[in-house]
């Protein structure tokens, strides 16, 4: 069993940064592929990015590339969602994922965290 908890959300102005963070306990967390989704009111959760235990390979939502980026550190038990030049449309709750090797391709994750709301004001 993994449990993952979300913390570091916020309101944030249009152009700004904010890190989100997702900590994990239970099961070993070197072996987890890591992922991040987003659900905005009234829309699907939909997939912002992935880290890969492995080789620390990332992917990343179109609509997020060159803007988000994803991080881990080990001795933390800790991954990141560094988000910059953030839009109104970022607005959402983010949710970190974690799942076996393999999880990274498929995106069927099997543990979630609860959430943490990110708004971005214009």
């Known amino acids: 069993q993994v449990h993952l908890v979300e913390s570091g959300g916020g309101l944030v102005q249009a152009g700004g940064s904010l890190r989100v963070s997702c900590a994990a306990s239970?099961?070993?967390?070197?072996?987890?592929?890591m992922g991040w989704f987003r659900q905005a009111p009234g829309k699907a959760r939909e997939f912002v990015g992935a880290?890969?235990?492995?080789?620390?390979?990332?992917n990343y939502a179109d609509s997020v590339k060159g803007r988000f980026t994803i991080s881990r550190d080990w001795a933390k038990n800790t991954v990141y969602l560094q988000m910059n030049s953030l839009k109104p449309e970022d607005t959402a709750v983010y949710f970190c994922?974690?799942?076996?090797?393999?999880?990274?391709?498929?995106?069927?994750?099997?543990?979630w965290g609860q959430g943490t709301q990110v708004t971005v004001s214009s």
């Open positions: 994922a974690a799942g076996p090797p393999g999880t990274y391709s498929s995106r069927q994750y099997n543990y």
């Open positions: 880290r890969r235990w492995s080789d620390g390979n990332t």
């Open positions: 239970g099961r070993t967390f070197d072996v987890l592929d």
